[in-house]
């Protein structure tokens, strides 16, 4: 069982930076990949980055490559998304997810657990 609670969503301005946190709770963290996902209203749930249980592997959307950063502490139970040169289509509520089967289950959105989702939203 994993527990998973996002933070950090704001409102910022387009150019601007945010760090979402995902702290997790559960005796296996160290061996999960994690990753992010965020949806905007009328819209899909969409793959924003992924990381490897180890961190030494990690993936991005096109959108977001060269902007946002994934990583990971497990000493702490947290994954982060760094987020720079945010722009307004970036908005959305985006949402942690964990998987003990590898990082290509998270890619595809099919992790086993999922955090409540924190809110960002992109002013121009």
């Known amino acids: 069982q994993v527990q998973l609670v996002e933070s950090g969503g704001g409102l910022v301005q387009a150019g601007g930076s945010l760090r979402l946190s995902c702290a997790a709770s559960?005796?296996?963290?160290?061996?999960?990949?994690m990753g992010w996902f965020r949806q905007a209203p009328a819209k899909e749930r969409e793959f924003v980055a992924a990381?490897?249980?180890?961190?030494?592997?990690?993936y991005y959307a096109d959108s977001v490559k060269g902007r946002f950063t994934i990583s990971r502490d497990n000493a702490k139970n947290t994954v982060y998304l760094q987020m720079n040169n945010l722009e307004p289509e970036d908005t959305a509520v985006y949402y942690c997810?964990?998987?003990?089967?590898?990082?290509?289950?998270?890619?595809?959105?099919?992790?086993?657990?999922w955090g409540q989702g924190t809110q960002v939203t992109v002013s121009s």
């Open positions: 559960g005796r296996t963290f160290g061996s999960y990949a």
């Open positions: 990381i490897s249980w180890s961190g030494g592997s990690t």
């Open positions: 997810a964990a998987d003990y089967r590898g990082v290509r289950t998270v890619i595809h959105g099919t992790s086993a657990y």
